[in-house]
């Protein structure tokens, strides 16, 4: 199976920062990943697919990067309504999909 | 406007079973493949099974293969998950989930969830 690892698995942050979160898997997925936003009481929703498209509705300072094993969130000028834990999914070994143990983005 | 709406869940005793609903619409249900994700209380999210849309083809975590069947009614706009053998670690909330793009590997809506607790 294949396993995801993300990093850190919390990170404080001011509002109008900019933060990235890592996300690596046991083994290389292509470019098959995708991130997810979940705010306390609420379902995931995703926010980019395959490492950097980003999902219809989704604000454009939501941004994706990596390929193979080490991929990247990048969330620029955070805004309040930011502040969730954020979830990568492999989609490689589809449809046995696995996640990452997540990221809570805090404020500062 | 996709929706996805979960129920069935609730309290019960360990060996017990239960079965879950998912009631869809604002897309071509029979078109796309579904999934079942839980959450344990204050954990991350795990994969629990999927269904193509014809109902063909059924995958399963390990965790759960063998104790728990999914399916689906077309002709309803409902996907089910059967969980026979409940166990405490089943505790978790439920969700129902959109298969992206009929390719089986992204998610892209999701339903509120159905909790399930497993205690006696």
């Known amino acids: 199976d294949i396993q995801m690892t993300q990093s850190p698995s919390s990170v ?36 980019i697919y395959s490492a950097s498209s980003l999902q219809s509705g989704v604000p454009s300072r939501f941004s994706g990067s990596g390929s193979g094993t080490d991929f990247t969130l990048t969330i620029s ?15 490689n070994s589809f449809p046995l999909l696995t996640f990452g143990g997540g990221t809570k983005v805090e404020i500062k | 406007e996709v929706q996805l709406l979960e129920s069935g869940g609730g309290l019960v005793q360990p060996g017990g079973s239960l079965r879950l609903s998912c009631a869809a619409s604002g897309f071509p249900f029979s078109g796309f493949a579904m999934s079942w994700v839980r959450q344990a209380p204050g954990k991350g999210l795990e994969w629990v099974s999927s269904i193509s849309g014809s109902s063909g083809s059924t995958y399963y975590a390990d965790s759960v293969k063998g ?36 390719q089986w590997r992204y998610l892209d809506y999701w339903g509120q969830g159905t909790l399930v607790t497993v205690s006696s």
Do not use: H
């Open chain 2, 67 to 102: 104790r728990f069947t999914i399916s689906r009614d077309n002709s309803k706009n409902t996907l089910y998950l059967q969980m026979n053998g409940l166990r405490a670690e089943d505790t978790a909330v439920y969700y129902c989930a959109k298969d992206r793009d009929k």
């Open chain 1, 77 to 91: 000028s955070l805004q309040p309504e930011d502040f969730a834990t954020y979830y990568c999914q492999q989609g």
């Open chain 1, 12 to 47: 404080s942050a001011s509002v109008g920062d900019t933060i990235a979160i890592t996300c690596r898997a046991s083994q290389g997925i292509s470019s098959w990943l995708a991130w997810y936003q979940q705010k306390p009481g609420k379902a995931p929703k995703l926010l």
